[in-house]
């Protein structure tokens, strides 16, 4: 079959069972990796590729809004690492008891281990101050970012690469230690790193933190809370 240039269209056939399974696959075996980071660097083509499958995302408007600052000097890290540890010993103290305890048994070193880290922001004014599908929902060029993390994401979990999504800092540390411009909105600090082995359930469930609800509790059939 030949392919479709630019402006043409292409049938849409179903994947094979085996394409079909390896994309299922990636799904239901990615896992957010925490202290497991192997020090193997990764090779820039394999990296170009994690970013290339997060440009490819969609987004509302095609506004495209993400950048990436890919972060390998160990000072930078180093400091990113400080403003998590203050954040996160306040985090630490909005628990009690055993979940507490459990919280603090944790291991969220993976920003000192993993070999690069990723800063994933969104621009809200690349594509103007009216974006087509963002006219009555101001969110959907942040939206649309999380889609390229996710996509950047899978794409890691197909590439033996595993990802970590470190969300406890304050944001103007980050913005303060990366140079980022207020009007930026940081999305995601990734770590990213090989890994030889990966929960077969999410950590926290394995842990006894939360399990995966049922999905039948969550589908409703044309209105809300009638069973899907």
Same mark, same amino acid.
């Given at each position: 079959?030949?392919?479709?240039?630019?402006?043409?269209?292409?049938?849409?056939?179903?994947?094979?069972?085996?394409? $079909?399974?390896?994309?299922?696959?990636?799904?239901?075996?990615?896992?957010?990796?925490?202290?497991?980071?192997?020090?193997?660097?990764?090779?820039?083509?394999?990296?170009?590729?994690?970013?290339?499958?997060? !440009?490819?995302?969609?987004?509302?408007?095609?506004?495209?809004?993400?950048?990436?600052?890919?972060?390998?000097?160990?000072?930078?890290?180093?400091?990113?690492?400080?403003?998590?540890?203050?954040?996160?010993?306040?985090?630490?103290?909005?628990?009690?008891?055993?979940?507490?305890?459990?919280?603090?048994? @944790?291991?969220?070193?993976?920003?000192?281990?993993?070999?690069?880290?990723?800063?994933?922001?969104?621009?809200?004014? $690349?594509?103007?101050?009216?974006?087509?599908?963002?006219?009555?929902?101001?969110?959907?060029?942040?939206?649309?970012?999380?889609?390229?993390?996710?996509? @950047?994401?899978?794409?890691? $979990?197909?590439?033996?690469?595993?990802?970590?999504?470190?969300?406890?800092? !304050?944001?103007?540390?980050?913005?303060?230690?990366?140079?980022?411009?207020?009007?930026? /909105?940081?999305?995601?600090?990734?770590?990213?790193?090989?890994?030889?082995?990966?929960?077969? /359930?999410?950590?926290?469930?394995?842990?006894?933190?939360?399990?995966?609800?049922?999905?039948?509790?969550?589908?409703?059939?044309? $209105?809300?809370?009638?069973?899907?």
């Amino acid at each position: 079959m030949r392919p479709s240039s630019r402006g043409e269209q292409a049938p849409a056939y179903p994947f094979s069972p085996a394409e $079909r399974d390896a994309v299922y696959r990636a799904i239901e075996t990615r896992r957010d990796v925490r202290d497991q980071f192997l020090p193997d660097p990764i090779p820039d083509p394999v990296l170009r590729r994690l970013l290339q499958a997060a !440009h490819n995302a969609p987004s509302v408007g095609f506004m495209q809004p993400w950048s990436f600052v890919v972060i390998r000097d160990a000072a930078v890290k180093a400091g990113a690492h400080q403003a998590f540890q203050r954040a996160n010993a306040e985090a630490a103290d909005l628990f009690e008891g055993e979940r507490q305890d459990l919280y603090r048994s @944790l291991k969220l070193e993976g920003i000192l281990k993993a070999p690069v880290s990723l800063c994933v922001t969104c621009d809200p004014d $690349r594509a103007g101050s009216v974006v087509l599908g963002r006219t009555h929902n101001p969110r959907m060029d942040v939206y649309s970012t999380v889609c390229a993390v996710q996509n @950047l994401w899978l794409a890691a $979990r197909a590439e033996g690469v595993g990802v970590g999504w470190v969300s406890i800092f !304050h944001e103007d540390d980050i913005r303060t230690l990366l140079g980022i411009p207020d009007r930026i /909105e940081i999305v995601a600090w990734l770590c990213l790193g090989y890994v030889d082995a990966l929960y077969q /359930e999410p950590e926290l469930a394995v842990k006894g933190w939360r399990q995966r609800l049922p999905l039948e509790e969550l589908v409703h059939a044309d $209105r809300w809370g009638q069973p899907g």
